[in-house]
């Protein structure tokens, strides 16, 4: 609270150290204190966390560019396929699929199909293939290439239905709604 005039003005303020400094943020609430405060408290002190890690993102994204140029062109190929299968690997996994990393690897490096349900090595060969092409093509995202995607990756085995449910992993307890769309 700070008082000018006579008159009380309330703030929230959230400070931190950084670089060996103390840094201060902080958020006016008006003339009285609101009965939601500890929404608005909640919310302000995740907007400044995500302030700062939006920073450091920035920093790593930009290190990593200047980094990532003088890389030759048969690295960043490599850096990218192995990036690719082990995406495609976990999220297959996260999907059901029976085919482990290594055989994932094998199955794009090599051609060579495990002794795994085709549906799973579809998938994965398929999932690869639109993961490269997002890569590549960098569109903005949106819903009709989201779902676009989808089929190119289960047309062959899902019969064209998507789900409307996040999966719960050891990392992920979040539910949603379980209805299926027709895609």
Known sequence: MRIIKRKSYYYLQHSFRKEGKVVT???????IIP???EEIRY???????????????E?????????WKSYPRSIKEKVKEDIAIAFTYNTNAIEGSAITLEETAELIKHKMAP?????????TQAHMKV???????KEPLSIPLILRWHKEVFSRTKRGYCRQIQNISSESWSLYSARLARC
Do not use: H, Q, T
């Not at 919310?43 to 993102?57: P, S």
């Not at 920093?59 to 980094?67: L, P």
């Open 25 to 31: 943020r902080e958020k006016y609430l008006g003339k």
């Open 35 to 37: 009965k939601n405060i």
């Open 115 to 123: 002794n795994k349900p085709v549906s799973d090595i579809e998938e």
């Open 131 to 137: 993961f490269l092409d997002m890569l590549e093509k």
């Open 43 to 57: 919310a302000f002190l995740e907007e400044c966390k995500k302030a700062d890690l939006y920073k450091i993102l």
């Open 59 to 67: 920093k790593i994204k930009k290190v990593f560019s200047k980094e």
